[in-house]
């Protein structure tokens, strides 16, 4: 009897699972521990395999999912990346919001790329691109690479890698390799994202190998996708960001293996983001427009999923505008746990108190990560001080190595605000504040006290919270318990409107996808049917739609939030969901009925909910997808648009035969070298032909081909 073991490590905490034929025999939880990601898997692994008896066999597969990616994305982090553009105009970098994500990081234009019939529309120009990396080449760790229709014609893209790849040492990421669909800008956002993330992925997959090898365990390391599917580490660190939305996708899958519910919704609250998507007659729906997280669409393949940073370590702030209390989404330390690790700190709490006045800083701190784990008195090295730090960010280091620090007491010196801000955003230091988790300790979680948070620090932070509300205008409550009873109500329409906002987008990518031109039809090879344009009203489809892409409006979710049962509107307004709701993650059990009970459905809440992830993670298989396109070049004659440039044939059935049969072959290879096993392929044709005065005329193919297999283990 061989075991498999699951690992997710997410934003607060690492998790591990060992199944047997198919039963969960041991689970696990160890805090994560961002600036050692090994420690908290060491911790996780550690728990689990001291469960089970040593008798047991080995193990034969390890299967990672981690929200790290994700996080990295909704929090704004990532590596200094260099974006090359050929055949690019300078406007282009406004669609897909191009320059918002660069921000400060370098673009390089320079000439190249093709036309949509694969035609060159001029050689890439390495002269200019030589001239222009001079000045820039140190400053950033890594390449993305996009070129003008580069799915239809590849050459130049992978001119320009091979080139940066023989001058610089550095990683490349290319447009075509990430996706075959159309819109540039779009697959060169994706490529950015795949090269900010390759170094986090990285470290996040040597820490775990290292891992691996203490415990002696020898097993192929998988990874989860956005999708669901697995691949192995090797694949998932060339193209990380097909990882985004790899723990959320873990749980989805998760969620089906424990409970035997057809259609659901699926709400997985983690320590930093919430994680909504939708499962219909067992499986769940993929995004056919690509991965959004944190406000960034991309081309990734991936499970229909909502990202909204609200998580249990969502930090809770009162916005002095418009005199509320807001709730993430920037991650935190709970003050509880922090205080846990420092106790000392409570006293700083208390001499809060005695002050007149709370300030935007009250029950807020700052320390490093690393010393929480060997105690504030510990000398700091400065071999451990990271490097580049600019003269101020030197100074908040060597002051918080000595110890941590009330932010209160740090911003008495205001030129320090935007080191510490610099210094957060790298992962060098972390920030303390109130979240939901204090909340919870507040009212009084059993299961969080049991974990020896600090209940007296999140009280005391509490109160300091409500003095500044009241000092500032904003709400009054008579009790820390009221106050914390009313941010776990916000927390809970928060997560009640983004399920809404979820299940509405859902319903208008339906209209999306069903809606077409009257003249324009699709036309599938197994069904051979078309598909009609929807028949859904236009005002309420582009209403949908508009939804779909923006969400509720601020003034739309302050109207539903004042209806919703309970509120003090004269309107009452009940949702009903037609799926009951299951909820995961370690939250969970705080949170979901009251969701429920706003959306007049019902929560289901498993035993194993907070190790969700992990079970997902060991639980998937491997499949692999690829795509090629035909277009008409006049009379009969089509092209294939292959990743070594067009192919041109005689007629249409002979060229989908033969991308048929060049996808079949990629896609076996690429299964087995992502780690499948009994390997199946699946194959579908979509032919889009447009109609002109009764005449059908061909428009366009895509043909693909899946892969589908199960994940080798080291007992095959």
Same mark, same amino acid.
């Given at each position: 009897?061989?075991?498999?073991?699951g690992?997710?490590?997410?934003?607060?905490?690492?998790?591990?699972?060992?199944?047997?034929?198919?039963?969960?025999?041991?689970?696990?939880?160890?805090?994560?521990?961002h600036?050692?990601?090994?420690?908290?898997?060491?911790?996780?692994?550690?728990?689990?395999?001291?469960?089970?008896?040593?008798?047991?066999?080995?193990?034969?597969?390890?299967?990672?999912?981690?929200?790290?990616?994700?996080?990295?994305?909704?929090?704004?982090?990532?590596?200094?990346?260099?974006?090359?553009?050929?055949?690019?105009?300078?406007?282009?970098?406004?669609r897909?919001?191009?320059a918002?994500?660069?921000?400060?990081?370098?673009v390089?234009?320079?000439?190249?790329?093709?036309?949509?019939?694969?035609?060159?529309?001029?050689?890439?120009?390495?002269?200019?691109?030589?001239?222009?990396?001079?000045?820039?080449?140190?400053?950033?760790?890594?390449?993305?690479?996009?070129?003008?229709?580069?799915?239809?014609?590849?050459?130049?893209?992978?001119?320009?890698?091979?080139?940066?790849?023989e001058?610089?040492?550095?990683?490349?990421?290319?447009?075509?390799?990430?996706?075959?669909?159309?819109?540039?800008?779009?697959?060169?956002?994706?490529?950015?994202?795949?090269?900010?993330?390759?170094?986090?992925?990285?470290?996040?997959?040597n820490?775990?190998?290292?891992?691996?090898?203490?415990?002696?365990?020898?097993?192929?390391?998988?990874?989860?996708?956005g999708?669901?599917?697995?691949?192995?580490?090797?694949?998932?660190?060339?193209?990380?960001?097909?990882?985004?939305?790899?723990?959320?996708?873990?749980?989805?899958?998760?969620?089906?293996?424990?409970?035997?519910?057809?259609?659901?919704?699926?709400?997985?609250?983690?320590?930093?983001?919430?994680?909504?998507?939708?499962?219909?007659?067992?499986?769940?729906?993929?995004?056919?427009?690509?991965?959004?997280?944190?406000?960034?669409?991309?081309?990734?393949?991936?499970?229909?999923?909502?990202?909204?940073?609200?998580?249990?370590?969502?930090e809770?702030?009162?916005?002095?505008?418009?005199?509320?209390?807001?709730?993430?989404?920037?991650?935190?330390?709970?003050?509880?746990?922090?205080?846990?690790?420092?106790?000392?700190?409570?006293?700083?709490?208390?001499?809060?108190?005695?002050?007149?006045?709370?300030?935007? !800083?009250? @029950?807020q701190?700052? *320390?490093? $990560?690393?010393? =929480?784990?060997?105690?504030?008195? #510990? +000398?700091?090295?400065?071999?451990?001080?990271?490097?580049?730090?600019?003269?101020?960010?030197?100074?908040?280091?060597?002051?918080l190595?000595?110890?941590?620090?009330?932010?209160?007491?740090?911003?008495?010196?205001?030129?320090?605000?935007?080191?510490?801000?610099?210094?957060?955003?790298?992962? !060098?230091? @972390?920030?303390?504040? *109130?979240? $939901?988790?204090? =909340?919870?300790?507040?009212?009084? #979680? +059993?299961?969080?006290?049991?974990?020896?948070?600090?209940a007296?620090?999140?009280?005391?932070?509490?109160?300091?919270?409500?003095?500044?509300?009241?000092?500032?205008?904003?709400?009054?409550?008579?009790?820390e318990?009221?106050?914390?009873?009313?941010m776990?109500?916000?927390?809970a329409?928060?997560?009640?409107?983004?399920?809404?906002?979820?299940?509405?987008?859902?319903?208008?990518?339906?209209?999306?996808?069903?809606?077409?031109?009257?003249?324009?039809?699709?036309?599938?090879?197994?069904?051979?049917?078309?598909?009609?344009?929807?028949?859904?009203?236009?005002?309420?489809?582009?209403?949908?739609?508009?939804?779909?892409?923006?969400?509720?409006?601020?003034?739309?979710?302050?109207l539903?939030?004042?209806?919703?049962?309970?509120?003090?509107?004269?309107?009452?307004?009940?949702?009903?969901?037609?799926?009951?709701?299951?909820?995961?993650?370690?939250p969970?059990?705080?949170?979901?009925?009251?969701?429920?009970?706003?959306?007049?459905?019902?929560?289901?809440?498993?035993?194993?909910?907070?190790?969700?992830?992990?079970?997902?993670?060991?639980?998937?298989?491997?499949?692999?997808?690829?795509?090629?396109?035909?277009?008409?070049?006049?009379?009969?004659?089509v092209?294939?648009?292959?990743?070594?440039?067009?192919?041109?044939?005689?007629?249409?059935?002979?060229?989908a035969?033969?991308?048929?049969?060049?996808?079949?072959?990629?896609?076996?290879?690429?299964?087995?070298?992502?780690?499948?096993?009994?390997?199946?392929?699946?194959?579908?044709?979509?032919?889009?032909?447009?109609?002109?005065?009764?005449?059908?005329?061909?428009?366009?193919?895509?043909?693909?081909?899946?892969?589908?297999?199960?994940?080798?283990?080291?007992?095959?």
């Open positions: 009897m061989t075991c498999k073991l690992l997710d490590t997410g934003g607060t905490f690492t998790d591990a699972v060992l199944l047997s034929n198919g039963e969960i025999i041991a689970h696990a939880k160890s805090p994560t521990t600036h050692n990601l090994s420690i908290g898997l060491r911790g996780a692994v550690s728990a689990v395999m001291g469960k089970i008896d040593p008798s047991i066999s080995p193990v034969s597969l390890v299967s990672l999912s981690t929200t790290l990616a994700t996080n990295a994305l909704v929090e704004g982090y990532g590596r200094k990346v260099c974006l090359i553009l050929a055949g690019y105009s300078e406007q282009q970098l406004k897909a919001r191009l918002e994500v660069m921000g400060a990081d370098p390089l234009f320079i000439a190249g790329g093709h036309h949509a019939s694969g035609e060159a529309i001029a050689e890439p120009d390495l002269n200019n691109l030589r001239e222009q990396l001079a000045a820039i080449d140190e400053a950033v760790d890594a390449y993305a690479v996009s070129a003008m229709f580069s799915v239809r014609n590849p050459a130049h893209e992978i001119a320009i890698r091979d080139w940066l790849m001058k610089t040492s550095k990683p490349v990421s290319c447009g075509y390799e990430l996706s075959s669909a159309l819109d540039a800008p779009r697959r060169a956002l994706t490529a950015v994202l795949n090269a900010r993330l390759i170094p986090l992925i990285h470290n996040l997959l820490a775990t190998t290292d891992m691996l090898s203490d415990f002696g365990i020898k097993a192929p390391l998988m990874v989860v996708k999708d669901g599917s697995l691949v192995t580490a090797k694949v998932a660190t060339v193209s990380p960001v097909e990882t985004i939305l790899s723990g959320p996708a873990a749980s989805v899958v998760g969620a089906g293996y424990l409970n035997d519910k057809r259609d659901l919704v699926v709400a997985d609250m983690g320590g930093t983001t919430t994680d909504i998507a939708v499962v219909e007659n067992g499986r769940p729906l993929l995004d056919p427009q690509g991965a959004t997280v944190g406000g960034w669409t991309t081309m990734v393949r991936a499970i229909r999923i909502n990202t909204y940073g609200l998580g249990g370590d969502s809770i702030s009162f916005d002095r505008e418009n005199r509320l209390f807001r709730v993430g989404p920037q991650r935190v330390t709970p003050v509880s746990t922090f205080v846990r690790d420092y106790p000392e700190f409570v006293e700083t709490l208390k001499k809060q108190l005695e002050l007149p006045f709370s300030t935007t !800083h009250s @029950a701190f700052v *320390f490093i $990560p690393a010393l =929480a784990d060997v105690g504030s008195d #510990s +000398e700091v090295v400065a071999a451990d001080m990271p490097a580049g730090l600019s003269g101020q960010q030197r100074e908040l280091w060597q002051r190595a000595k110890k941590p620090m009330a932010l209160q007491t740090l911003f008495e010196d205001q030129t320090l605000d935007l080191a510490f801000r610099r210094l957060v955003a790298a992962g !060098h230091i @972390a920030h303390a504040a *109130f979240t $939901p988790t204090d =909340a919870l300790l507040v009212i009084g #979680s +059993e299961h969080l006290l049991t974990q020896g948070f600090n007296e620090a999140a009280s005391l932070a509490a109160e300091l919270l409500m003095r500044y509300s009241r000092q500032n205008l904003g709400p009054v409550w008579e009790s318990v009221e106050f914390a009873a009313a776990r109500e916000q927390v329409r928060d997560a009640a409107l983004a399920i809404m906002e979820t299940v509405l987008a859902r319903e208008a990518a339906g209209d999306a996808k069903s809606s077409t031109h009257p003249a324009v039809s699709k036309q599938g090879s197994q069904a051979g049917q078309s598909v009609s344009n929807s028949s859904t009203h236009p005002h309420k489809r582009f209403a949908r739609q508009r939804l779909a892409r923006n969400g509720l409006h601020p003034e739309q979710r302050a539903i939030e004042s209806i919703f049962e309970g509120g003090e509107s004269s309107l009452s307004l009940r949702a009903s969901l037609s799926h009951p709701l299951v909820g995961l993650g370690a969970a059990n705080g949170y979901y009925d009251r969701v429920a009970q706003l959306l007049g459905t019902t929560a289901v809440v498993p035993e194993l909910a907070g190790v969700a992830n992990a079970i997902g993670a060991v639980v998937g298989t491997v499949n692999i997808s690829r795509s090629l396109t035909i277009t008409p070049l006049g009379g009969k004659r092209q294939v648009h292959r990743e070594d440039g067009p192919a041109e044939f005689a007629e249409l059935e002979a060229a035969e033969a991308a048929r049969l060049e996808l079949e072959q990629r896609v076996t290879t690429m299964a087995v070298d992502a780690g499948a096993m009994d390997i199946q392929t699946t194959f579908d044709r979509n032919d889009i032909v447009a109609e002109n005065q009764g005449e059908k005329v061909f428009f366009e193919s895509t043909i693909t081909v899946s892969a589908h297999g199960r994940p080798a283990s080291a007992a095959d």
